[in-house]
């Protein structure tokens, strides 16, 4: 018995030294993972790498950024569409060869250029429209063959385009690009920490630009595509969807714009052939942009493209011509320096600083009011000459000019931080480069007929037509009403705001005095080839002569208001560039936007 418990006590010892012998083993081996990693940690890699290689790099289907809208909820960018996505993987693990051929046969491509074109991928991409790096929208014909077809590594899947063809607004809502540079300026917090890549995609132009913390806001969506070490896809897997959690993003930016008109207007204007110009189209009782238009085209998805443009020439300033006429008649009125049935005779020629009528031989007898319904230069010339370089400089500022008109807000409005531009390229424009040192006659009649210094954007000039309707009240025309979350809740709203000059209004007097004058331009003045139309319209048309690359060039203007009785839009047309005494192209254009607006 003694000895049977002697040799139970010793296999029980040598058990124990056993056990104690695996543990310490155990312990040395966490001790190695912990204060080893170089050696430790790429045992463990070797281990991951041979049962889950990899989460492919993440393909973006949805970047998150907030949308733009009409002032009646129809969109103006973001397009769900159907595409194809492929992801890497090892040649072999794609598929049978019929597979592949029916791929091929579907993408309309040849078979051994798609396996070339698959071995070739080395990162998750869509499949892209040649030259231009946009996934292919898939037609419905296409999902339905691409269903029975089983090629690993390629799926259909749901792609969000940012810009929606043929890009209503473009110039207005801007778009998006890389620019390192405005990185570290406008997110240097972001950038610093880490936050924020320096080719981070961000607004480049437009209201993308003037409201990107905003659209900035949402997460992206992203598609993943698993494989093991070997380049195989893992069975269960496949494709996982990581989406944002917060339901208030992405957000909405809710614009004035109706785009039924701004298409039907930008299909127009390219049918009469505008190719350098602008309208711009606004609510006569608001002053809220409806329409604005940019000549030539802006593709946002192909910045860059031959005869397109980026800058928005709604809102550069050029030179006006006779529409500054309204300024000049406004001012000689407010500083009582001549009335509207004052005479005045015109021989075609001012007799000094080289300046003559347009009208060969002159328009003979004639008041300053029907001088306005004919643009006489003369009659302009002479009462300009009368006013002081401020009194000319004050009244253009009563009518919203010299300065950006554009809705904007120098303090925060809700949860946007001061300042805000909407417009942030919008010129100012200029009356004078310089104020005179002493009284210059040849300037004040230059200056007087919308010659020499002056310059005037479409924007400003359209605004200008409201104030004059609405009795001499400036507003600051705005292209955005409201910001809401993605449950429709309201984050902020932008309301109408008054732009009053430092010195006052202009008189409800004048005002009328000027709807009066531009309603005898188009009943028996220079604007009569507008007569006929579904709306009675007033207005005033300019032409100013310019020098491009040392040619002699014309810009022709028209801007105006419709119906008469109570006017529902202020518009502003300019045709840039345009030869000499061609036809008024501004003319044209400004009926047949009036009739499409009329019609819808």
């Known amino acids: 018995m003694e000895r049977d418990a002697g040799t139970l006590r010793r296999r029980l010892t040598i058990l124990g030294v056993i056990i104690t012998l695996l543990f310490g083993l155990c312990i040395w081996r966490l001790g190695m993972i912990e204060l080893w990693p170089a050696s430790a940690h790429r045992a463990a890699a070797d281990v991951a790498k041979q049962s889950v290689a990899q989460r492919d790099s993440e393909l973006v289907i949805d970047s998150g950024r907030g949308d733009f809208v009409d002032r009646s909820g129809v969109s103006l960018t973001g397009e769900t569409i159907q595409a194809l996505a492929v992801f890497p993987l090892a040649s072999h693990a794609r598929g049978d060869k019929q597979q592949l051929e029916r791929l091929a046969a579907i993408l309309d491509v040849a078979g051994d250029w798609l396996q070339s074109y698959l071995a070739d991928v080395k990162e998750p991409v869509y499949w892209t429209l040649p030259g231009t790096g946009h996934p292919v929208a898939l037609s419905d014909e296409q999902i339905e063959k691409l269903a029975s077809v089983r090629v690993n590594g390629v799926r259909v899947v749901p792609y969000r385009l940012r810009y929606i063809a043929p890009y209503p607004a473009a110039h207005t809502l801007g778009f998006v690009s890389q620019h390192p540079e405005r990185v570290k300026t406008a997110y240097g917090h972001e950038y610093a920490s880490g936050a924020m890549k320096l080719n981070a995609v961000i607004g480049g132009a437009g209201l993308e630009l003037s409201l990107d913390r905003l659209l900035r806001g949402g997460k992206a969506t992203t598609l993943s595509y698993y494989t093991d070490a070997a380049g195989q896809p893992l069975s269960g897997l496949d494709l996982r969807v990581t989406g944002p959690v917060n339901p208030m993003y992405p957000l909405t930016v809710v614009t004035t714009l109706d785009a039924r008109l701004q298409s039907s207007i930008e299909q127009y204007v390219d049918q009469q052939g505008l190719k350098k110009g602008a309208v711009v189209v606004l609510d006569a009782a608001s002053g809220d942009i409806a329409a604005i238009v940019s000549r030539p085209t802006l593709n946002p998805e192909q910045i860059g493209l031959p005869g397109t443009d980026t800058a928005n020439r709604a809102l ?153 309707v609405n009795q001499g009240r400036v507003l600051e025309p705005r292209v955005v009403s409201e910001i809401r979350y993605a449950n429709g809740q309201t984050l902020v709203k932008l309301p109408i705001q008054a732009a009053p000059a430092s010195k006052g209004r202009l008189s409800p007097a004048t005002a009328k005095e000027l709807i009066n004058g531009m309603e005898l331009v188009v009943k028996s003045g220079t604007g009569r080839s507008i007569q006929e139309g579904i709306w009675e319209a007033a207005g005033k048309s300019g032409t100013a002569e310019v020098v491009r690359d040392g040619e002699a060039r014309v810009n022709q203007w028209f801007i105006g208001y419709a119906p008469t009785g109570k006017p529902r839009y202020a518009v502003a047309v300019l045709a840039e560039d345009r030869p000499p005494n061609s036809a008024s192209q501004a003319k044209l254009l400004f009926r047949g936007i009036l009739d499409i607006a009329a019609g819808l």
Request: glycine share 12%.
């Open 316 to 468: 550069r300033a050029a030179e006006p011509g006779s529409i500054f006429k309204l300024v000049t008649e406004a001012a000689a009125l407010e500083a009582g320096v001549s009335k509207p049935n004052e005479p005045f005779r015109c021989t075609g020629e001012y007799g000094k600083y080289g300046l003559s009528d347009w009208k060969q031989g002159g328009h003979g007898e004639l008041t300053l009011r029907e001088g306005l319904a004919h643009s006489c230069n003369i009659v302009f010339a002479s009462i300009a000459e009368r006013l002081t370089p401020q009194q000319l400089l004050d009244t253009a500022d009563r009518l919203g000019l010299g300065r950006p008109a554009g809705w904007h807000s120098d303090h925060a409005v809700g949860p946007l931080a001061g300042p805000l531009r909407l417009l942030p390229e919008e010129e100012a424009g200029v009356i004078f480069k310089t104020m005179p040192a002493s009284y210059d006659g040849g300037l004040m009649a230059q200056t007087g007929i919308g010659q020499r210094d002056v310059r005037i954007s479409p924007l400003q000039a359209a605004n200008m037509i409201v104030s004059i």
